[in-house]
Every structure is written in C-alpha cells, then in structure tokens.
T-cell receptor, first 112, second 112 residues
Framework: NAGVTQTPKFQVLKTGQSMTLQCAQD?????MYWYRQDPGMGLRLIYY???????DKGEVPNGYNVSRLNKREFSLRLESAAPSQTSVYFC???????????FGQGTRLTVV | QKEVEQNSGPLSVPEGAIASLNCTYS??????FFWYRQYSGKSPELIMF????GDKEDGRFTAQLNKASQYVSLLIRDSQPSDSATYLC????????????FGSGTKLNVKP
C-alpha cells in the first residue's frame, strides 16, 4: 500500500523554466493538498482540492497552478520558476471531513 | 488571517523528562487538531489527534485541548533521544471540508 506518492524526489531548475510536480494517492481520499515547507516557516498551503473537479487557492498560491486530473492525482505546476520557489514541496490527502492528512515523501526543488 | 502559532524552540530536555509543546490558533470555530512529528529530511507523520476539550492519552503522549483559550498542547512523558524531531501542530479550519493549517513547528532535542 503506497499511500501518497510524489515524483520527482529531487529537482534542480533554472530561473524561468517550467515543471510539474506529480502526486497520486491510493487511499480513495476525496481531498488533496499541496504544501511548501521553508526553514522556520512550517507547512504553508499552496492549493487544495476538496473533491474531484474542484480546486482552490491556499495561503501562498502565487506562481503556481494545479490540476486535479482525477480522484487519485493532483499535480502542481510552476510556469516560470523563480529562486523564491526553492523549497520542499509536500502533497497530502485526506477524507473530505474529519480524520487527518497523509503526506507524500516530498520533493526537494532548487531554482538557480 | 488564519494562524497557528508555535514556539520554534529548540526545546531541550534530558532523557526521561517530560517535554511540553504548545500551540495556539486563531479560528475559534476549529473542530479538529493534530500533532505531527517530522524527522529531518522526512515527511510529517501523525502522532495524535484530538477533537474534544480535555486530555487524550496514547502511550507516552498526551494531547490537551482548551477551545475557550484556543490552545492545544502535547506532553511527551519519559522523553527518549528518538523523540528528537520537529513537532508540528495542525488545525483543521475548514467547515464543509478539511483544510489544514500548520504551525511553524517546535524543534525538540532530548539529551541522553
């Protein structure tokens, strides 16, 4: 049982390049989330999808777009990467209401 | 602005002592609260959740919730060096669906 799987685990981008972070969950959860984690900042919500077919902005959405491809998959796209987007990105999933969030293993992204 | 506040630490305790971690939150309507542990370079993992005012015990861990004071805490009894990690407080501030906000985390060091 894989839980939440993120790809890639590590990535280095040049300023201005684009890329998509992939996330898939096999727990039949309705809700999925993208967070970024910077030193001393905890986890900040970028975008979330409460259920298939819906997405909404979180605390720090600027510079990102998301796609809820189906119930299992939720991708995060950086259209024009900036050094300020250097961070560790976590995908998570949960039931629609109640219970906790389950996290993927994270993607360490460096923008140079 | 929805906020979750934690003392960033580090909190240093000797092995065998009680570690006390605290968290306050801004949304008075929040209903569910979570403590995650995160080892360096790893993803957050759930330790405990609490929904009702009072104490909830699970082994060496006790979560305490006071909704009137908008305060949640985690006590770790008989602290072990393996408990050394960053502890993240998470508050579900969604209403019709889950929406998790995280504190910046408290780094705990347990000295042998």
């Amino acid at each position: 049982n894989a839980g939440v799987t993120q790809t890639p685990k590590f990535q280095v981008l040049k300023t201005g390049q684009s890329m998509t972070l992939q996330c898939a969950q096999d727990m039949n959860h309705n809700s999925m989330y993208w967070y970024r984690q910077d030193p001393g900042m905890g986890l900040r919500l970028i975008y979330y999808s409460a259920s298939e077919g819906t997405t909404d902005k979180g605390e720090v959405p600027n510079g990102y777009n998301v796609s809820r491809l189906n119930k299992r998959e939720f991708s995060l796209r950086l259209e024009s990467a900036a050094p300020s987007q250097t961070s560790v990105y976590f995908c998570a999933s949960s039931e629609l209401r109640g219970t906790e969030a389950f996290f993927g293993q994270g993607t360490r992204l460096t923008v140079v | 602005q929805k906020e979750v506040e934690q003392n960033s630490g580090p909190l240093s305790v000797p092995e065998g002592a009680i570690a006390s971690l605290n968290c306050t939150y801004s949304d008075r309507g929040s209903q569910s609260f979570f403590w995650y542990r995160q080892y360096s370079g790893k993803s957050p993992e759930l330790i405990m959740f609490i929904y009702s005012n009072g104490d909830k015990e699970d082994g060496r861990f006790t979560a305490q919730l006071n909704k009137a004071s908008q305060y949640v805490s985690l006590l770790i009894r008989d602290s072990q060096p393996s408990d050394s990690a960053t502890y993240l407080c998470a508050v579900n501030m969604g209403y019709n669906f889950n929406k998790f906000y995280f504190g910046s985390g408290t780094k705990l060091n347990v000295k042998p």
